[in-house]
């Protein structure tokens, strides 16, 4: 069965602290999307990693990629408010990449001033 | 400047009437996709097209129907609503497969 498993699925932290999202999937997909979400609203891209080993930052975001472990993680540096939102990954349902995305369940992140 | 629009953003309807909710993208892009999201279930694809006149099923596609007469529209019909369909819908696209998703803004619909 294919699987994409985020962990946590909550996340309460103070500001100013470091963590990290894991992201574990079972496709053979060699890329990896992470989205975020806010209450109420759409899911906006944040990254797109498309090799083994690729790494992403964005401000305090930082992503990285390992397809032999299937796993990807999103780490969290000096947590600030703004950053509160619901994170998702997403890898391809299939190898070959064909664009169909298969979504973890999601992390709630919260960051408490 | 391009984007991806949906109508409505909201919707409440009646158990067994048929509904479609509209999706229309401005950025030409080929690969279209739409996907609901409940608690509990994440996202989880419903159709999807890679350009026009191609359609495909995704994981929950039973109930659902689309049509890709053009680049830029992917209008999804639920042909005799049901409860169990009530859910936020988002429709996405993509210009390539190394592409991920731009987001419409989704809809809120419900089915009493």
């Known amino acids: 069965e294919l699987k994409v498993e985020q962990n946590p699925l909550f996340l309460s932290m103070q500001e100013g602290k470091n963590y990290t999202i894991y992201c574990n999937y079972s496709t053979t997909s060699d890329r990896l999307y992470w989205y975020r979400q806010d209450p109420g609203k759409s899911l906006e891209s944040l990254f797109v990693l498309l090799s083994n080993g690729a790494v992403k930052q964005e401000g305090r975001l930082m992503a990285s990629l390992d397809t032999k472990a299937r796993l990807s993680t999103l780490h969290i540096t000096a947590a600030v408010h703004d950053l509160s939102a619901t994170y998702f990954c997403?890898?391809?349902?299939?190898?070959?990449?064909?664009?169909?995305?298969?979504f973890g369940q999601g992390t709630t992140l919260q960051v408490k001033p | 400047d391009a984007e991806i629009t949906q109508s409505p953003r909201h919707k409440i309807t009646e158990t067994g009437r048929q509904v479609t909710l509209a999706c229309h993208q401005t950025w030409n892009h080929n690969n279209m996709f739409w996907y609901r999201q409940d608690l509990g279930h994440g996202l989880r694809l419903i159709h999807y097209?890679?350009?026009?006149?191609?359609?495909n099923k995704g994981e929950v596609s039973d109930g659902y129907s689309v049509s890709r007469s053009n680049t830029e529209d992917l209008p999804l019909t639920l042909e005799s609503a049901a409860s169990s369909q009530t859910s936020v819908y988002f429709c996405?696209?993509?210009?390539?497969?190394?592409?991920?998703?731009?987001f419409g803004s989704g809809t809120r619909l419900t089915v009493v």
């Open positions: 097209s890679y350009g026009v006149q191609d359609t």
């Open positions: 997403a890898v391809d349902i299939e190898s070959g990449n064909t664009g169909k995305l298969i």
């Open positions: 996405a696209s993509s210009p390539t497969v190394n592409y991920g998703y731009t």
